[in-house]
């Protein structure tokens, strides 16, 4: 997949995860009613919009996480010569692009 993954520890409520991605870890976590976060923001607003994530082989990420019940936006399409993207709704209704750069989608 787009990164090498490991269970850092449970929680009662959910299950973080660190990912390495490029050099940077990221840590996921399922955010809770009462966890001390605002709501997030009725669309369209000012602020962050989505952000893309650059994978290899993206259909075949794509149905890894599709059958683990990620819920698509955007299916993958070739937007241009050369470029595949998709997109999927993360944590609070953010948008999440993937996106594959080659040749064979010319």
Known sequence: MAGE????????????????????????AKVEPGDGVNSPPVTPYQGLDH???TVKDIDAVAAEIK?????FTREPTTIRPGVRICFIRGPQGISIELLERD???A
Request: glycine share 12%; proline share 6%; hydrophobic share 35%.
């Open 5 to 28: 993954s490991a269970w850092r520890r449970h929680y009662p409520r959910s299950e973080p995860h660190d990912v390495k991605l490029g050099g940077a870890n990221v840590f996921i």
């Open 103 to 105: 040749k064979k989608y």
């Open 67 to 71: 059958a683990k019940g990620v819920e």
């Open 51 to 53: 952000f893309g994530l």
